[in-house]
């Protein structure tokens, strides 16, 4: 590796530890719901009946949409997160998955009906963090997708 190797790794460290950080976060999140197990949709349908600030539009999906197909989005958002997480941490096409942990954080925020501008609410931040990180090449230096560019059929 040559000097400007190097430099750019050190320039890159806080993109990766970024995505590392948002992925570690992904995970506590994933952990709590993995080990709620088949208890985590009605948990879900739980916090989801709990929200009043909700948007109407909003509203309506989550009650004639999710609620009803409970077990459905209950395990897509387990899954998802798990997904989101590895892929931050390991950087392992961790641009699709900043993607889907933005959507996610953002239908988080939507169900609670928190307004995107407003200071007490940290879900804006991490949706501007993903965004940011799929626009950025934070896997490229340390991450999986470094190995899997380097190393394609070409």
């Not at 976060?25 to 208890?39: C, P």
């Not at 925020?109 to 200071?119: D, E, H, I, R, S």
Request: hydrophobic share 55%.
């Amino acid at each position: 590796m040559n000097l400007l190797n190097k430099t750019v790794t050190v320039k890159s460290m806080p993109l990766v530890a970024l995505r590392v950080a948002v992925g570690i976060m992904f995970s506590i999140a994933a952990y709590a719901k993995v080990s709620a197990g088949s208890s985590w949709p009605d948990r879900m349908v739980g916090f989801l009946n709990f929200q009043k600030n909700t948007g109407e539009f909003y509203q309506s999906f989550v009650t004639n949409v999710v609620i009803p197909n409970k077990a459905l989005f209950g395990y897509a958002t387990m899954v998802g997160e798990v997904v989101v997480a590895i892929s931050l941490v390991f950087g392992l096409f961790s641009r699709a998955g900043a993607l889907i942990g933005a959507f996610m954080v953002a239908n988080f925020l939507l169900a609670k009906g928190t307004a995107f501008w407003m200071p007490s609410a940290n879900d804006p931040m991490y949706i501007l963090i993903l965004l940011f990180l799929a626009l950025v090449p934070s896997s490229k230096t340390w991450g999986l997708d470094y190995y899997i560019a380097k190393y394609r059929v070409k």
